[in-house]
């Protein structure tokens, strides 16, 4: 899974790019062009549970790929505007960072906080993207001398996705046919994306509770449907940076309940619809992420290739039951194990031993 953060300069995402992935790249008024890349660790009870009882030599969490893109200046050229778009194009979902926190520096050098404008005006210039897209595409398709044998019905839906964004509307708002989705599968759109506000705050709006324009962001969550998170990423990176024993303290004292990985992690994965099985063993205990649906032969495919070609069994138990009985053994008594087909239907929390042969 790979998430961009998105948004206009100066939002803090480089902060919170370092705070969720440890990098310690540049931040404030750089003028950074690069896209970082960075890897993060998601954070399951589950497996610190699984690991007190394997003791396996090894614990693998699972991943979440995150890009810090810049955003775009006024006055980029056309080449570095098409690069970056490009970049967001490529992510499975998209965390819009917007700015809630005071700062004389970026005060002065882009005013003071706006973030419902900034978010507003952000969603304007991906749904200004997007219709950019669907105007060449219609021209293409009105300009070729061969026209596909179904250029009309997709010259059609084009042409109400081209309405419905100039009327505000996100593509994923837009009431679609399966086929009609069909004739824009390659298409790619921005405003298509999975979405996940990131309201970053100082001190003083965390502690308030309150920021500018905050009861107009979340009613724009509700209307659209987007999760809005508040997080102190600054505040958070510093905690990051004390010793263990002293983070808890000073996480009660600003009343930060869990890190701001936790919760984007539990957004990401419910906006995507994805979930987590995981195998165990004196080796390793490992966390897997799928798409919730997946059958147990694909999952098999996650942990190695030979094992989806060479499927027989899931031998299943549910990490609910081995927490309630302690042990696997127990669970096993208790008739807690299952024998699953190919076409099992894995669940989040099973922890699996699949069976094959090739």
Not at 210 to 220: H, W
Not at 240 to 251: G, K
Not at 255 to 274: D, K, Q, T, V
Not at 310 to 323: S, T, Y
Request: with cysteine; proline share 4%.
């Amino acid at each position: 899974m790979q998430i961009g953060l998105v948004g206009l300069p100066l939002t803090g995402k480089t902060t919170f790019f370092n705070l969720l992935t440890g990098a310690a790249e540049e931040t404030g008024l750089s003028g950074k062009r690069e896209v970082y890349t960075g890897t993060a660790a998601v954070p399951d009870e589950r497996i610190d549970f699984l690991a007190r009882i394997y003791r396996p030599k090894k614990i693998f969490y699972a991943q979440i790929q995150f890009k810090d893109i810049p955003g775009v200046h006024r006055g980029d050229g056309a080449g570095t505007t098409s690069r970056l778009l490009e970049e967001v194009r490529a992510a499975d979902a998209l965390v819009q960072v917007v700015r809630a926190f005071k700062e004389d520096m970026v005060d002065t050098a882009v005013g003071e906080p706006d973030p419902y404008s900034e978010l507003t005006d952000f969603g304007v210039d991906l749904a200004l993207a997007d219709m950019v897209a669907v105007e060449n595409r219609l021209n293409r398709l009105q300009g070729t001398r061969k026209p596909p044998k179904d250029a009309l019905a997709q010259a059609s839906v084009l042409q109400r996705v081209l309405n419905a964004l100039e009327n505000g509307q996100r593509l994923k708002e837009i009431e679609l046919t399966d086929q009609e989705r069909s004739l824009l599968a390659d298409q790619n759109f921005l405003t298509e994306k999975p979405l996940i506000i990131v309201v970053n705050l100082d001190e003083e709006y965390w502690t308030a509770g309150d920021f500018p324009g905050r009861a107009k962001i979340l009613a724009y969550g509700t209307e659209h449907q987007i999760p809005v998170m508040e997080i102190c990423a600054r505040i958070e990176l510093e905690i990051n940076q004390l010793p263990a024993e002293d983070r808890v303290e000073f996480m009660k004292d600003l009343h930060l309940n869990e890190p701001g990985i936790n919760r984007l992690a539990r957004a990401a994965y419910s906006l995507l619809g994805l979930i987590s099985f995981f195998t165990i063993g004196a080796d390793e205990v490992r966390a897997w992420t799928i798409r919730q649906g997946t059958e147990a032969r694909k999952a098999a495919g996650k942990v190695h290739s030979d094992m989806e070609r060479g499927f027989i069994r899931a031998e299943v138990f549910h990490w609910d039951d081995l927490k309630s009985t302690g042990s696997a053994a127990a669970a096993r008594e208790k008739g807690l194990f299952r024998l699953e087909g190919k076409e099992y239907v894995v669940r989040d929390g099973d922890i699996i031993n699949f069976r094959f042969n090739v």
